[in-house]
DNA sequence: CTACACCCTGTATGCAGGTACAGGGTCAAG
DNA sequence: CTTGACCCTGTACCTGCATACAGGGTGTAG
């Protein structure tokens, strides 16, 4: 018999009751079935959006904008023109989200094999590029 | 003549003031000096650290880890292997954040691409797999 | 039937990350 | 030497995102 209560949910997830209701309350979420005595029923599927939900936090979306995500899916016909624009704009943040991140790494790569093969006598090499993803001069100031 | 008030600070890295005190606090930049009558000359590359703070927080970062981000740029060679070992725990931060954005992408692309090709009978189509980021891709989740 | 683990709504609280004064000093232009 | 735009410290307040009760109902094992 599928159907989750809102702990099974909960802990399947990952998270607390009282963020699924939160989630329920922002729209996040769509409002489930109740049983005869108000008990909310769950699809099972409910876990993977809570999941998802926590991932694109993680990434910084906000819960706004992960709520515009998840709305792509519910699309009528009628609408498919407006669900392609947007999810052209999801897809451009997305892609600069990627590239930033990119930047981070190829620094941070950099910084490690650096330290790595460093010559005993030369100092762990600084970081400089770190601070301005598009621009690069640099000096140290000591804190 | 380099060195910024506070005010030419914000205004060119698009924060409040407060935030840039704030972040003071908290230790993101480093106090600078000051004039006899006390008030905070900045280095004109604090510009970029500002940037580069807020780029990092839309990505997902807290204050606390972008702390920990610039910090490694000012190491001595005394703590180059414990800046290593930092460097790398970031690293695979940065690593996972990609391949989440990634899977996002995809669906993301998959979705425009459906929506552009349809034929003009078919309901735009349901993006099915957003909700669960990539079915092949999570068995263990960690975080 | 009663204990206990659940569920409900509603409101309050907490933390991160700012933002906004209040009350006061600094300084260049007019 | 006043005016206005800045700066200082300190504290209070706000928003987003939860999380925690309070006060009460449900349901099932013993």
Same mark, same amino acid.
């Given at each position: 018999m599928?159907?989750?209560?809102?702990?099974?949910?909960?802990?399947?997830?990952?998270?607390n009751?009282?963020?699924?209701?939160?989630?329920?309350?922002r729209r996040l979420?769509?409002r489930?079935?109740?049983?005869m005595?108000?008990?909310r029923?769950?699809?099972?599927?409910?876990?993977?959006?809570?999941?998802?939900?926590?991932?694109?936090?993680a990434l910084?979306?906000?819960?706004?904008?992960?709520?515009?995500?998840?709305?792509?899916?519910?699309?009528?016909?009628?609408?498919?023109?407006?669900?392609?624009?947007? %999810?052209?704009?999801?897809?451009?943040?997305?892609?600069a989200?990627?590239?930033?991140?990119?930047?981070?790494?190829?620094?941070?790569?950099?910084?490690v094999?650096?330290?790595?093969?460093?010559?005993?006598? %030369?100092?762990?090499?600084?970081?400089?590029?770190?601070?301005?993803?598009?621009?690069?001069?640099r000096?140290?100031?000591?804190?």
């Amino acid at each position: 018999m599928p159907g989750l209560t809102i702990g099974e949910l909960a802990s399947r997830a990952g998270v607390n009751r009282e963020t699924v209701r939160y989630y329920e309350r922002r729209r996040l979420l769509a409002r489930p079935p109740r049983t005869m005595a108000g008990y909310r029923v769950f699809p099972d599927d409910a876990v993977d959006r809570l999941r998802f939900i926590r991932h694109a936090q993680a990434l910084g979306f906000t819960l706004e904008e992960i709520r515009e995500l998840l709305g792509l899916r519910l699309d009528e016909r009628s609408s498919c023109e407006q669900v392609r624009a947007r %999810a052209t704009r999801k897809l451009a943040d997305v892609e600069a989200k990627i590239a930033a991140l990119k930047r981070i790494r190829r620094v941070l790569g950099r910084l490690v094999h650096a330290c790595e093969t460093r010559r005993p006598t %030369a100092p762990c090499p600084i970081l400089e590029s770190l601070a301005a993803p598009d621009a690069r001069a640099r000096k140290e100031e000591v804190q």
